[in-house]
């Protein structure tokens, strides 16, 4: 067995590469945290001082002696109470449902749908938009043949209808980024979805890239190239990706 220049063993690595993945997790509860304040009374003498009262008197005191005098004084407080409430919060696990063992890398935990799947369920659609901020831009902000999709236009990309510009407005180029806007957009609310690979991140890039660097009416060969790798993904073909659901 090799020992690395680190001093590590390579069983000591495979341990290691075992160890079990944390994923964090958020919840939330309102709740309505009560306390019973008491307020207690405290006296604390001061220093105490005593004067004379005219001369002394021949014989003893008028009234009946006693060991000691008691009498009452009161006095109104307004006692202000700074008060800081908090609640603890346990988790127990409960169990675990298993999945079905697969070989390979972990992938992400969603699946793949096409561009006719959001178009007919807008109930996903829209909240995929809004969890991307209420926009998904197909290129780079306002550049070349970019197109800020939200969902006052989102129509035009299920129909295949940009407008030019900044889409090209003659064949062949106008049908070809056509399908390389809905493969895009499709592509992006996987990714949104859950349905992540590292190849997915770089085809969108280079697609973004493209669609920036191009200009209306010259230069525009090469949509389908990245129309066909997009498809490839949003129909559960891509390499290393997630399946179709």
Known sequence: MSIPSSGVTDAEQAISAL???QCPATAHETVCVQADVTISPDV???EVSSSCVNGPAIGGCLGYLQDSC?????QHICVQI??????????????????TPKTGVCQGP????????????MDLTGALLTLAGGSITLGIDSQGTSFIVNSGNIDLVFNRTVTSPPAPASNPYKAEYAS??????????NVLNGATCDYISGVIENANQFLADSPSGVGMEGAPFYTTELTAYNEG???GC???C
């Open 19 to 21: 160890s079990a993945v």
């Open 44 to 46: 604390v003498v001061g």
């Open 70 to 74: 008691t009498f009452s004084v009161s």
């Open 82 to 99: 700074p008060l800081t409430f908090s609640a603890e919060a346990t988790a127990m696990p409960k169990g675990i449902v298993c999945g």
């Open 110 to 121: 969603g699946c793949t749908y096409t561009i006719g799947y959001y178009q007919t369920h």
């Open 180 to 189: 390389l806007y809905e493969q895009l957009l499709a592509a992006n609310l």
């Open 237 to 239: 073909n891509g390499p």
């Open 242 to 244: 997630p399946s179709h």
